[in-house]
T-cell receptor, first 114, second 110 residues
Framework: SQQGEEDPQALSIQEGENATMNCSYK?????LQWYRQNSGRGLVHLIL?????REKHSGRLRVTLDTSKKSSSLLITASRAADTASYFC??????????????FGQGTILTVHP | EAQVTQNPRYLITVTGKKLTVTCSQN?????MSWYRQDPGLGLRQIYY???????DKGDVPEGYKVSRKEKRNFPLILESPSPNQTSLYFC?????????FGPGTRLTVL
């Protein structure tokens, strides 16, 4: 299985501050994705970074990837109360039909206080 | 609108009473998957399907069955539910590395 483990487990910050979450994985990687989950709801895809990329931006999101350390980080800049959610990472194979088992970590619970 | 639907959204049942949670997608994706989510354990994959008539076990398949007779539907079957299957269940599809999740089914087994 392809596994992501997020760190820290919980993060509490004030609105306007930046939030950084980390993800480590054990297997080889082709792509890594980050998802957000609002309480009790389905996960929503945020951003994907490919193995040949080191950094990617999408709005207030910045994702980095270090394949030598098998780790990724998600940075949310200028956080808002609406960013309060759980964040998960998972790595998947690139295309084809070889997705197989997918394993999510426990996620990072982010709380942004107004 | 691209979507994954699950039914029912909420279900309270009793031990041993067979139930089925349906999942349907309108995106023509080949890959579909079921997860359960429990406090402190994150999302764990139950079963997945790479295409019609192709299913395989995830990390926690015990006590569950699935079928994939057509591309759009991937029902999750609990033949004899037990209280330890009380959980929040998500169905998802996967296409080009992006997963699309259903809204979730909260199941309580008494």
């Amino acid at each position: 299985s392809q596994q992501g483990e997020e760190d820290p487990q919980a993060l509490s910050i004030q609105e306007g501050e930046n939030a950084t979450m980390n993800c480590s994985y054990k297997t080889s990687i082709n792509n890594l994705q980050w998802y957000r989950q609002n309480s009790g709801r389905g996960l929503v895809h945020l951003i994907l970074i490919r193995s040949n990329e080191r950094e990617k931006h999408s709005g207030r999101l910045r994702v980095t990837l270090d394949t030598s350390k098998k780790s990724s980080s998600l940075l949310i800049t200028a956080s808002r109360a609406a960013d309060t959610a759980s964040y998960f990472c998972v790595n998947t194979d690139a295309g084809g039909t070889s997705y197989g088992k997918l394993t999510f970590g426990q996620g990072t619970i982010l709380t942004v206080h107004p | 609108e691209a979507q994954v639907t699950q039914n029912p959204r909420y279900l309270i049942t009793v031990t041993g009473k067979k139930l089925t949670v349906t999942c349907s997608q309108n995106m023509n994706h080949e890959y579909m998957s079921w997860y359960r989510q429990d406090p402190g354990l994150g999302l764990r994959q139950i079963y997945y399907s790479m295409n019609v008539e192709v299913t395989d076990k995830g990390d926690v398949p015990e006590g569950y069955k699935v079928s994939r007779k057509e591309k759009r539907n991937f029902p999750l079957i609990l033949e004899s539910p037990s209280p330890n299957q009380t959980s929040l269940y998500f169905c998802a599809t996967l296409n080009y590395n992006e997963q699309f999740f259903g809204p979730g089914t909260r199941l309580t087994v008494l």
